[in-house]
């Protein structure tokens, strides 16, 4: 028989007959009512549970993980406010319920069966997955496994902090709230897991107000692996900067008076706390996962004699609050309640189409505050002499710091964050005197983590902010490249658009980097960014270029909700000269802060009709190089530049190409999985009378030292394959 049929005829039986667990007596602060709200937020969260199941087997209902056994954590949502932004596990059902019981016009029961039936009217996905969430609960839907939302809760107990300094226009915490986390005891041993703990540690070591309650849901085993038992107070009971709370979520006094006191610590103190709720889990991990295949029979019956719905009915009676009988009643009415809601849940519509599945990819514009930029005063103050030395051509990382100084200036909500950012100005000094420019909250040095800083950003998004943060290089990003596919890209679409965080994540890479780092700090592969839904990759060649593209980025994400990734070519940072020493050839001046390429402008260098060289970043910097020699051998040429990689704009380039007999496409990634794939079967496509060629980088890791830009295209090679092209070889 299905476990959760068994769970639940021995709840009507052993209630029936007043067989009820033994435990120890009510205390505490619960009253009657609220105990009793508690409990019937369990009954409904397990009648859901067995409903959804119902549903799966009638083909009605779709993949689900359920909350049976974790009853309790109603108590927990019972101790902090509806306001409290609260990053759920997946098994928070009765959270989530206990939660609309303290925001009127709630109905749990309907929209919770809505997500099982993938209905166009689930309110909080539209039909796209089975998540919890609600904006009216302040509830960001999760689809974590795997504790990836941590580092972002963190980002947004920092917030809350740093929005009493720089309140933004569009903050969505009161400053008094504080941020929940939680997750499973098995989750807690992620690597992602374990770096949110350190951040918030580290954090709070240094005094930085950072008020966040992780709680783990320990239930002593992840799908068929045992936590070892004391494994979870073990490692969190001691560790500095964490206060640490325990408590018994099979029994609901004991954790709400522990939520409460724990909610009410890093409220007042506003410091990060680890509330470990004992829990256990009925029915196996998910879906139709059987326990009884990889545990013994005697372990999962233990398991299920330990009902906290059996707990709660002899707490209820022993408190005077509800009789069996009547906790009786309530589990069979709830159960019937929902059987019918269902019946109605189920044949309402569903999505159908990939233009109905994708249309929240792209999240809803929002409307802000007007901006006239900053005062001639504010710039003086802010810029000092380099004022006077916006008249003469420039490199780009200046040409980038000077943007990032006008944009800052502008909008206060920006704030900027990574490692060396600040006190340093970065690895290569393009956010130097920022910090002594805007203050250490605005230009905030982070630990050396790649999912803590994308984390903070990703929270402090979602609480308004306008984070620019900065990876180093971008090899770096894999180490966290999950917080932008599974966490950042994703929520606006399975929120439907009610949840977002923008930003532009500035990342130093690509390669030509003469004589420093080999592959970690020379690397040339973006595929791992084309193929995030919604994301927006941004690649400058020079630096006015880079300045217009980076105001409109932040304008993108400001305006828009968008999230971007400006990718900088750090050989191009200090590039001053195109074909000889001190011809200061590729410096260019600094564009009116007014300025900006749209996304999806294209830079077209030129009007010949032989040949298109199309490519980005350095090689559009090599293309030009190639340049003379291509027209000394008589060839009409044009140049043009991509700048945005992702989505690429077909349509600009259709027309920057239009006429052209021949186009070659630079890539300078590598040639399996480039950029130039996309771009051969865009011409393909849409110039079907071009001949057509590529040259990539080699399917390589780039190397250190004299053999640093070997595997990559350079300027005789692209003269030579142009001509090659075009029968002049």
Not at 389 to 407: C, G, H, K, V, Y
Request: neutral net charge.
């Amino acid at each position: 028989m299905d476990r959760s049929a068994i769970v639940h005829e021995n709840f009507l039986r052993r209630v029936a007959v007043g067989d009820l667990p033994a435990g120890r007596a009510p205390a505490g602060p619960l009253d009657k009512d609220l105990a009793l709200s508690i409990y019937r937020s369990g009954c409904l969260s397990r009648a859901l549970d067995r409903q959804s199941r119902a549903m799966q087997a009638a083909g009605q209902g779709f993949y689900t993980i359920g909350s049976s056994g974790h009853e309790g954590l109603a108590a927990v949502a019972a101790a902090l406010r509806p306001s409290d932004i609260a990053f759920l596990h997946y098994r928070d059902a009765a959270f989530q319920i206990q939660r609309a019981e303290q925001v009127p016009g709630q109905d749990m029961t309907w929209d919770m069966l809505l997500s099982f039936a993938s209905s166009t009217e689930d309110p909080i996905s539209g039909g796209r997955h089975k998540v919890l969430g609600s904006r009216p609960l302040m509830i960001p839907p999760q689809t974590s496994t795997i504790a990836s939302h941590l580092p972002k809760a963190v980002g947004a107990a920092y917030s809350i902090g740093a929005a009493r300094r720089h309140r933004p226009e569009h903050a969505i915490l009161p400053e008094d709230a504080i941020a929940y986390c939680s997750f499973g005891d098995a989750s807690a041993n992620h690597s992602t897991a374990q770096g949110a703990f350190n951040a918030a540690q580290w954090t709070a070591y240094q005094g930085i107000p950072l008020p966040l309650l992780f709680c783990c849901e320990d239930n002593g085993i992840g799908i068929s692996t045992r936590t070892p038992k004391g494994w979870i107070e073990a490692t969190f009971r001691n560790r500095p900067g964490l206060a640490y709370f325990a408590c018994d979520g099979l029994d609901i006094y004991d954790t709400y008076a522990t939520a409460l006191a724990a909610a009410d610590f890093v409220r007042r103190r506003r410091k990060p706390a680890f509330l470990h709720v004992r829990t256990i889990r009925l029915y196996g991990h998910a879906g139709a996962d059987m326990p009884t295949t990889y545990l013994p029979k005697a372990e999962v019956e233990a398991e299920e004699a330990q009902d906290p719905l059996l707990h709660s009915v002899r707490l209820l009676s022993q408190a005077g609050a509800l009789t069996p009988p009547q906790a009786l009643q309530i589990y069979t009415d709830t159960a019937d309640h929902v059987a019918q809601t269902a019946a109605r849940a189920v044949t309402r519509p569903r999505l159908k189409t990939a233009a109905e599945v994708m249309a929240a990819i792209v999240p809803p514009p929002r409307s802000c505050r007007p901006t006239n930029g900053p005062s001639p005063q504010a710039r003086q103050q802010a810029f000092g002499p380099d004022l006077k030395a916006m008249d003469e051509p420039q490199f780009m990382s200046r040409l980038i710091n000077w943007a990032l100084t006008d944009l800052m200036l502008t909008h206060p909500e920006i704030v900027l964050m990574g490692e060396d950012v600040g006190r340093k100005g970065g690895v290569y000094g393009v956010t130097q005197k920022l910090q002594a420019r805007f203050g250490a909250d605005r230009m905030i040095d982070t630990l050396l983590d790649e999912q803590s800083i994308l984390g903070l950003a990703i929270g402090m998004a979602q609480n308004g902010f306008v984070p620019l943060p900065e990876i180093q290089f971008l090899a770096y990003l894999h180490n966290a490249e999950d917080q932008l596919r599974g966490e950042a890209a994703t929520l606006p679409f399975f929120s439907n658009g009610q949840f977002t965080n923008p930003m532009v994540l500035r990342i130093a890479g690509l390669g030509y980097q003469k004589g420093f780092g080999g592959h970690f700090h020379n690397d040339n592969s973006v595929a791992v960014l084309r193929d995030i839904p919604g994301l927006i990759l941004a690649v400058p060649s020079n630096g006015a270029d880079a300045a217009m593209m980076l105001r409109e980025s932040v304008r993108l994400a400001r305006e828009e909700q968008r999230v971007v990734v400006f990718l900088e070519p750090i050989a191009l940072y200090p590039m001053r000269d195109l074909h000889a020493e001190k011809d200061g050839g590729w410096l260019r001046l600094y564009p009116d802060p007014s300025q900006t390429i749209p996304l999806g402008q294209v830079g077209i260098h030129g009007t010949g009709t032989d040949l298109a060289i199309v490519t980005f970043g350095n090689g559009t910097y090599l293309s030009h190089q190639a340049l003379s020699r291509i027209t000394e051998a008589g060839v009409d040429a044009r140049i043009i530049d991509t700048r945005w990689l992702s989505p690429l704009p077909k349509a600009a380039l259709t027309e920057a190409v239009a006429g052209c007999r021949h186009i070659l496409i630079v890539d300078e990634t590598r040639h399996s999985g480039g950029v130039a794939e996309a771009l051969m079967a865009h011409f393909h496509e849409t110039a079907p009378g071009a001949k057509l060629a590529r040259l990539t980088a080699e399917d390589s890791f780039i190397a250190t030292g004299p053999a640093y830009a070997a595997t990559m295209p350079s300027a005789p090679g692209i003269a030579e394959t142009a001509l090659a092209l075009v029968g002049k070889g």
